[in-house]
């Protein structure tokens, strides 16, 4: 039996850099489960690159329509301006003082009003803290969804109680595991459920080094149930839940 915080998670705008993308931006649809422990760490107050030592044993749960795409061309710069000079001369003009600056125009796919539903456990003291930050709307850093720009929004739901359920067929409310589930495409086609499953792969862990490793999970385009066939499901608050 373990306690889960569910919240809801927000913003205008998202963009959760893809591990594969090159030279365009590609995002993840929701934010992957070391993404959702940095948030959770800057409502906490954790320093960067400190989450993943502080925070372990995280266990997440994620469910959410896939958000409508924007691709957006931001100019990056890649050098910062030449510093001033310690004398500059009445009569010196400011393009004698200073050097163009290199920058490139990169698209980056942006999310627009990402809402996903998350059920969170940590290790205490932080899962009673955590509690009482998002009941109290009370974040030690502003969470963001992927870039500082994009600011995030932090609504409470509700704590509950979760329980492991024996091994079976269920209809998982949340993003599964791939390596942990199977479909059960009989069961599908029998209820005739208009899904459209995504399969992607997403950072996991991550290191204090910045190492990350990934895990595939399947996702429902429409935030519908999925249902397989599992020894790795959760029961929590009338759902069942598997988590990232």
């Avoid at 070391?34 to 993943?52: C, R, S, Y």
């Avoid at 995504?198 to 999925?226: C, D, W």
Wanted: with cysteine; proline share 7%; hydrophobic share 40%.
């Amino acid at each position: 039996m373990m306690r889960l915080i569910a919240f809801k998670l927000q913003g205008r705008f998202g963009h959760f850099l893809r591990a594969e993308a090159g030279a365009s931006a590609l995002s993840y649809p929701v934010p992957p489960r070391t993404v959702i422990m940095g948030i959770i760490g800057a409502v906490l107050g954790i320093k960067k690159d400190h989450p993943q030592l502080l925070l372990e044993p995280m266990y997440v749960a994620l469910n959410a329509r896939t958000p409508i795409t924007h691709w957006h061309k931001a100019k990056l710069r890649k050098d910062p301006p030449e510093a001033l000079p310690y004398r500059v001369k009445s009569t010196q003009k400011q393009d004698k003082t200073t050097k163009p600056e290199k920058a490139t125009l990169t698209a980056q796919e942006w999310l627009f009003n990402p809402s996903y539903e998350i059920w969170v456990s940590l290790p205490e003291p932080y899962f009673e803290e955590l509690e009482m930050r998002l009941k109290r709307r009370r974040w030690y850093f502003q969470p963001s969804l992927g870039l500082s720009e994009m600011l995030a929004d932090l609504e409470y739901i509700e704590t509950v109680d979760a329980e492991k359920i024996p091994a079976g067929t269920y209809d998982v409310g949340s993003i599964v595991r791939q390596d942990q589930a199977e479909l059960d495409i009989s069961r599908i086609y029998e209820v005739n459920l208009p899904l459209h499953i995504l399969q992607i792969r997403m950072p996991r862990i991550v290191t204090a080094e910045r190492v990350f490793t990934h895990a595939p999970y399947l996702m429902e385009k429409n935030g519908l149930s999925i249902i397989v066939n599992t020894e790795c499901a959760y029961r929590a608050g009338g759902r069942n839940l598997m988590f990232l």
